[in-house]
């Protein structure tokens, strides 16, 4: 049950993109597709903005995408705002009703 | 409106035990798996442990396993995690959240477990 590995930090100025990686191994993001991915405003409540690899929960702007490939993940965040101002973690399911988050990116809007 | 409470958080010594519930509302608890995450304070998010709607299976993070038990009452609407031996690393903000599609969409505010002497 390693955590997946994320980037400690990534930053973009408004209206550009950021990119975070999220790489497991073969017995989690490599096998399933349940990779989901949360916004967390220190203080506050995670939020799910990714579920699925590449679903977006309704409310969530568009602006957010994720994708895989092998034993990797990635988020995308287009036309970064202020208020995506926050840390990420990517989560996977890893088998036997065991997930596993990543070890977080915050994410600065310069 | 669909919502998690959770309590029981407290300050405990090493060794001692505590129990976290979670309260729902606004959903049908009985139909719906559960989850227990953790955050050390300045650290990351930790999975620790689930259990399926029909509280027929639970599962826990290797961290935690032999310590803690989950379990639900599903007239109360209610979700228990009965932490035991509790170790200094243990402290942590606790939430609880609703399971879908394999991730976590209603999340509770969190309660704080401090093990400390």
């Known amino acids: 049950q390693s955590a997946l590995t994320q980037p400690p930090s990534a930053s973009g100025s408004p209206g550009q993109s950021v990119t975070i990686s999220c790489t497991g191994s073969s017995s989690d993001v490599g096998t399933y597709n349940y990779v989901s991915w949360y916004q967390h405003h220190p203080g506050k409540v995670p939020k799910l903005i990714i579920y699925?690899?590449?679903k977006r929960p309704s409310g969530v702007p568009d602006r957010f995408s994720g994708s895989k490939s092998g034993n990797a993940a990635s988020l995308t965040v287009s036309g970064l705002q202020a208020e995506d101002e926050a840390d990420y973690y990517c989560n996977s399911y890893a088998g036997g009703n065991t997930w596993v988050f990543g070890t977080g990116t915050k994410v600065t809007v310069l | 409106e669909v919502q998690l409470l959770e309590s029981g958080g407290g300050l405990v010594q090493p060794g001692g035990s505590l129990r976290l519930t979670c309260a729902a509302s606004g959903f049908t608890f009985r139909a719906n798996s559960m989850t227990w995450v953790r955050q050390v304070p300045g650290k990351g998010l930790e999975w620790i442990s689930f259990?399926?709607?029909?509280?027929?299976?639970?599962s826990y993070a290797d961290s935690v396993k032999g310590r803690f038990t989950l379990s639900s009452d599903n007239s109360r609407n209610t979700l228990y995690l009965q932490m035991s031996s509790l170790r200094a690393e243990d402290t942590a903000v606790y939430y609880c959240?609703?399971?879908?599609?394999?991730?976590?969409?209603?999340w509770g505010q969190g309660t704080m477990v401090t093990v400390s002497s």
């Open positions: 699925y690899v590449d």
């Open positions: 959240a609703k399971n879908t599609f394999f991730a976590f969409d209603i």
């Open positions: 259990i399926y709607s029909d509280s027929a299976a639970t």
